[in-house]
């Protein structure tokens, strides 16, 4: 069976510092891994994904991820952060499989940024 | 890029009525939909599966017969809340799959669910 790992609950961080937002996962085969955010009373938004390749992958509002395959994580991280990052963050796995597969989610991340 | 409509937002009904939640796949062809329900401050919980044109896979502990789901179409898919009562309240959330190299799924915004 998948699983995904958040172990924070909530990070803080300042405005202009760097943050990261941590994720491990487990799935048999090759992982598709993704990161969602949530705003209240919201759906999610994807962020970005990582399926094969380089292992920094590039997404939505300057946000990265970085695939560890020997770690198994997937953790976030923005350079600089923004007030307006605050938001409820979700680190999603799937395996690899030709035909669609079911997300498993982790219990999110609240992102608290402050001035 | 792909995008899910999901309706209403938003909706409050009374005990023992039953809710219709519709998510439409606006651009693409979904061939299959996925529903979950969020509990405030949870995570996401998978309720079910379910690809055009057959049954939809529940998972284990959903009741089928209260949370009736319909994907008559590479469109459309349904979630009625049948006899719905408070313990149902909740955020339910559909996701699409089929958009082309969208390997994540596209989400819908969501809808609020209140019964009183």
């Known amino acids: 069976a998948q699983s995904v790992a958040q172990p924070e609950d909530q990070v803080n961080v300042a405005e202009g510092n760097p943050l990261t937002v941590k994720c491990t996962y487990s799935v048999s085969g090759n992982p598709y891994l993704f990161w969602y955010v949530q705003y209240p009373n919201r759906g999610l938004q994807f962020l970005l994904k990582y399926i094969t390749g380089d292992n920094l992958v590039k997404g939505s509002y300057g946000f990265e991820a970085e695939f560890n395959k020997s770690q198994t994580s997937f953790h976030l991280k923005k350079p600089s952060a923004l007030v307006s990052d605050s938001a409820l963050y979700f680190c999603?796995?799937?395996?690899?499989?030709?035909?669609?597969?079911?997300?498993?989610f982790g219990t999110g991340t609240r992102l608290q940024v402050t001035l | 890029g792909a995008v899910v409509s999901q309706h209403p937002s938003r909706v409050i009904c009374k005990s023992g009525t039953s809710v219709k939640i519709e998510c439409r796949s606006l651009d693409f062809q979904a061939t299959t939909m996925f529903w979950y329900r969020q509990f405030p401050k949870q995570s996401l919980m998978l309720m079910a599966t379910?690809?055009?044109?057959?049954?939809?896979?529940?998972e284990q502990g959903v009741e089928k017969d209260k949370f009736l789901i319909n994907h008559a179409s590479l469109t459309l898919s349904t979630l009625t809340v049948t006899s719905a009562h408070p313990e149902d309240s909740s955020f339910y959330i559909c996701s699409a799959g089929g958009g082309g190299q969208n390997y994540g799924y596209t989400f819908g915004s969501g809808t609020r669910l209140t019964v009183v």
């Open positions: 379910s690809n055009e044109g057959s049954k939809a896979t529940y």
């Open positions: 999603a796995v799937r395996p690899y499989t030709g035909t669609a597969s079911k997300l498993t």
